[in-house]
C-alpha cells in the first residue's frame, strides 16, 4: 500500500508532462497559426550563411559568368531583420571605395519587405507576395525614397531549391524603363 | 580608368562619363571594344554590374553595340553622336548664359576673337 501511495505521484505527474508536452506539439501555447509573411521570412532566414555562384544578365553579357558572385545572408537585430550582400567573390575590402550594394529583409505590420540600399543613391522598398510552394518568394516595387533619375531596383526573387541551393533574380529599371535583369545561381560556400 | 569618385551621380553615370571622354579623345575609337567588364570592375574596384549598367546606358544612348558572345563595342557614327549631343547642350545650357555676359559688358566679336584666347586642341583622332 505504502509502495502504491508513493507510486500514484509518479504517475500523475508524468501524465501531466505527457499532456503539456502533447498540446505544445500540436497547439503551441496561445500562438496563431503563422502567417504567409511570417512563413516566407522563415524561410528566407534558413538561408543564412554565405553562397557562391554565377550570375548570367539580360542583356546578356558573356563574360559575366566567368568568375562567382558571393552572397552573403545574415540574421540579426535578434531575428528581427535579415542582410543581404552582394559582392565579387575576391574583391578585397575597401569601405571607402565599394558600391556592393545591401538588402535589408524585414516583416512590418505582418507583412514582409525588403529595402536595397541602391549605389544608385535610392532605396526602393518592396513587398513580399504569398507564396504558392513556400519555396518561392517574390518582391514586387511599392515605393522608394531617394531619386529615380538614374533608375531604380524593381523586383526581386528567391527561389530555395534545398538547404545548399538558391536561386536570386533581380530585376533594376534604366532610365527610360529598360531593365536588366540577374539571375544568380547560388551554392552554399563552406 | 582611376577609381576615383565624386558623389554627385552613381557609379555606373560616371563609368558612362568616362567611356564617353575616351570616345571623344579618340582614346576609344569607332569599332573598339569596351574594356571588359571583368577588367574595369576589377581596376575601379566596383560590383561588376555597376559596371554592367553603365554600359548598358550607352547601348540605350546608341553610343555602342553588343555583339552576342563578343562584347561591347563602340558604334559607328558614336562620336558625331556625342559632338552633337555636346554642342546642343553648349547651346542650350551655357551659350545663354555666356551671350548674357558678351552683351553686359557690350564685349563684339571682334573683342573676343583678338583676345589670345588659346587655340582648340586637336582631338586625338583629328592628328
Sequence with gaps: ?190 | MDREWNDNQPIYRQLRDRVVAMILDGVLKEGDPLPSVRNVAAESRVNPLTVLKGYQQLVDEGLVETRRGRGMFVNAGARNLLLQGERQKFLEEEWPRIHATIQRLGLKANDLLDTGAPPAQPSKEDR
Excluded at chain 1, 75 to 90: F, I, P, Q, W, Y
Aim: proline share 9%.
Design chain 1, 1 to 190: 500500500m505504502n509502495t502504491l501511495r508513493h507510486l500514484i505521484p509518479v504517475a500523475l505527474l508524468s501524465l501531466s508532462v505527457a499532456a503539456v508536452a502533447q498540446s505544445n506539439a500540436h497547439h503551441p501555447a496561445d500562438q496563431p497559426a503563422p502567417s504567409d509573411a511570417q512563413k516566407s521570412f522563415t524561410e528566407l532566414k534558413t538561408l543564412s550563411g554565405s553562397w557562391l555562384g554565377p550570375v548570367k544578365v539580360d542583356p546578356p553579357m558573356p563574360e559575366m559568368g566567368n568568375k562567382p558572385t558571393r552572397i552573403t545572408l545574415r540574421v540579426t537585430s535578434r531575428g528581427n531583420a535579415l542582410v543581404h550582400e552582394m559582392k565579387e567573390d575576391g574583391a578585397p575590402e575597401d569601405p571607402t571605395k565599394y558600391d556592393d550594394p545591401i538588402t535589408m529583409l524585414y516583416l512590418e505590420n505582418d507583412k514582409l519587405f525588403l529595402t536595397h540600399y541602391c549605389d544608385a543613391g535610392n532605396r526602393p522598398r518592396m513587398l513580399a507576395k504569398p507564396s504558392p510552394d513556400g519555396k518561392t518568394i517574390d518582391f514586387d516595387f511599392v515605393d522608394l525614397s531617394g531619386s529615380t533619375k538614374y533608375g531604380h531596383m524593381m523586383h526581386a526573387r528567391f527561389t530555395v531549391i534545398d538547404a545548399n541551393h538558391h536561386l536570386e533574380d533581380w530585376t533594376y529599371m534604366m532610365p527610360g524603363d529598360k531593365p536588366i535583369h540577374a539571375h544568380f545561381d547560388l551554392q552554399r560556400a563552406q
